[in-house]
């Protein structure tokens, strides 16, 4: 597979236009199943094919289907037909690239990540972590749950990413702790917002003021408890994700890398201010999927970003400012 150094955020022109077309509609896809999984837990469906799984209501296709019904099928007919996506596109790019390609890899982690991302979400209908429960255990599935999500998408970009022809990306320990740290951050915050937006659907608020008051409650439950965080949590995360894509654009070699930089810092701000809205309006149904699609596509740009930042060459080893890097040998003496 020939690469394309070209300063483009995504190169037109790839090897295999079929597999790369492929790819694209399977992360396309991918949002789409995220979305619609929220819409299950917002509309209260999780419950909608009963305890039963694969099944729905002991049925392969359900017959006389209510509203809830058809709601939670639909999430999983869509993430089945993103498993066929995902099954075709691992033989097209094990056809086309070589043994231990970083192509390889990212779809393999894509294959891997969906068979867990089913397993977790059986798990929540076959325990009941659904509708109305409001149980430690459906916090700790929640949290997980969204981990395995964000990196299926980091996945599924990956793999589109090569193949559009981009370099695999190239280790480099200051850059690498610098991504690590916007990965926690983003993580942190989209595992209290969704703790959030479950206490939003299990206890609907009037005003801010009277869900202030569910919060403080003596008999408050555990998510109502944990329900104030997001909004702390997700004002810190993103001034130090916004700081640590700053810092490492600011090195940046490629004028790509920077390009992805703007679109990353951006999203992260548009996402705080759309949470701060979504805060003051109680959270309706339409603009809490709104916000969690948002928080999907900034954190594909900020996937973006860190192939760009880590591809060979795409930042400066030891930019002014920094410190020598400690892995570089010790320089030759003149004698």
């Not at 130090?240 to 990353?264: D, G, M, P």
Request: charged fraction near 10%; aromatic fraction near 6%; glycine fraction near 8%.
């Amino acid at each position: 597979m020939t690469y394309n150094a070209a300063p483009h955020l995504m190169i037109a022109s790839p090897s295999h236009p079929r597999l790369a077309k492929l790819s694209v509609a399977s992360l396309a896809l991918t949002l789409i199943v995220i979305v619609w999984g929220a819409y299950v837990r917002a509309s209260g469906s999780g419950a909608g094919c009963g305890s039963h799984w694969p099944k729905c209501n002991g049925e392969v296709i359900p017959l006389q289907p209510s509203i809830k019904t058809i709601i939670e099928f639909t999430h999983r007919a869509q993430t089945g037909i993103l498993g066929i996506a995902i099954v075709l596109l691992v033989l097209g790019v094990f056809r086309v690239s070589g043994r231990g390609s970083f192509a390889r890899k990212a779809v393999t982690a894509s294959v891997i990540l969906l068979i867990s991302e089913s397993l977790i979400g059986a798990a929540l209908v076959i325990f009941e972590l659904v509708a109305h429960d409001a149980s430690m255990k459906r916090v700790l599935s929640m949290s997980l749950h969204l981990t395995n999500t964000l990196l299926l998408l980091a996945a599924i970009a990956a793999t589109t990413w090569s193949l559009f022809d981009q370099p695999a990306p190239a280790g480099n320990r200051k850059i690498s702790v610098g991504l690590v740290t916007i990965v926690v951050s983003f993580v942190a915050i989209g595992t209290t917002g969704a703790i959030a937006a479950l206490g939003d659907t299990l206890y609907p608020a009037a005003s801010l003021s009277a869900g202030m008051a569910q919060e403080m409650s003596k008999t408050a439950s555990l998510i109502l408890k944990l329900r104030p965080l997001h909004p702390l949590v997700a004002v810190v995360g993103s001034a130090v994700i916004v700081t640590s894509v700053r810092l490492i654009a600011r090195f940046a070699n490629h004028h790509e890398t920077k390009r992805w930089a703007i679109l990353a810092q951006g999203a992260t701000i548009a996402q705080l201010v759309l949470g701060i809205v979504n805060l003051v309006s109680l959270a309706p149904t339409w603009l809490q999927l709104t916000h969690l699609a948002m928080a999907e596509t900034t954190w594909l740009l900020l996937v973006g970003f860190g192939l760009s930042a880590l591809r060979p060459g795409g930042v400066r080893a030891n930019p002014p400012g920094w410190a020598a890097s400690t892995d570089a040998p010790p320089p030759t003496s003149a004698r």
